[in-house]
């Protein structure tokens, strides 16, 4: 694949403690592709105590919002941009 149809990120836990680099990611992925593939890099727990899924967010440093897991790559992201990925908290 050409180089310049693809990019690199950063993304990280909520706490900061764990951080990883996401190289070559092709730019017509959706954010949902890249998150699915950084949950098990970043070892965040799929299930919550219950045994029930977890879903998972991400915000977008350089912008201060978050994506959307439809948005493309090539559209939401800029090289060496970072992902804080958090948990999705459902009020109720």
Do not use: C, W
Request: glycine content about 10%.
């Amino acid at each position: 694949m050409n180089r310049t149809n693809t990019l690199n990120i950063t993304a990280g836990d909520v706490t900061g403690q764990r951080r990883v680099s996401v190289k070559a990611i092709p730019l017509e992925y959706t954010v949902g592709e890249v998150l699915d593939g950084l949950l098990p890099r970043l070892q965040l727990n799929r299930f919550d105590r219950g045994g029930e899924p977890i879903q998972f967010d991400a915000r977008l440093e350089r912008e201060g919002r978050h994506v959307h897991r439809t948005e493309l790559v090539g559209d939401a992201f800029r090289p060496d941009d970072h992902l804080v990925l958090h948990p999705r908290i459902m009020a109720g």
